[in-house]
């Protein structure tokens, strides 16, 4: 069992940056793969990117390609995400979503296990 708290929104202007912050609870967070999803008003679950556990290997959505970084530090349990350049349409509640151990989850919701409460991020133009 796995709990995870996000971090770092808020509400910034179009072309800043921001960084997210998901914690975990647990020893073994280094086994879990972690996935940040985000969600706008009236529009389905979106993935934006993923951080495998085995080699730290990471996907990404088109739509934040280039602009987006996901990275980990197992040791303090937290996987972050750098958001640069960000656009209005990027304004969403973000999530962090965990496996269970060893998985490698998708690019949908349905491979995670463990979901944060979100972050709300608002760009304005």
């Known amino acids: 069992q796995v709990q995870l708290v996000e971090s770092g929104g808020g509400l910034v202007q179009a072309g800043d940056s921001l960084t997210l912050s998901c914690a975990a609870s647990g020893r073994t967070f280094s086994r879990y793969t972690v996935g940040w999803f985000r969600q706008a008003p009236g529009k389905d679950r979106e993935f934006v990117a993923r951080?495998?556990?085995?080699?730290?290997?990471?996907n990404y959505a088109d739509s934040v390609k280039g602009r987006f970084t996901i990275s980990r530090d197992n040791a303090k349990n937290t996987v972050f995400l750098q958001m640069n350049s960000l656009k209005p349409e990027d304004t969403a509640v973000y999530y962090c979503?965990?496996?269970?151990?060893?998985?490698?989850?998708?690019?949908?919701?349905?491979?995670?296990?463990?979901w944060g409460q979100g972050t709300q991020v608002t760009v304005s133009s």
């Open positions: 951080i495998i556990w085995s080699d730290g290997s990471t």
């Open positions: 979503a965990a496996t269970n151990p060893y998985g490698f989850g998708s690019d949908t919701p349905i491979g995670y296990n463990y």
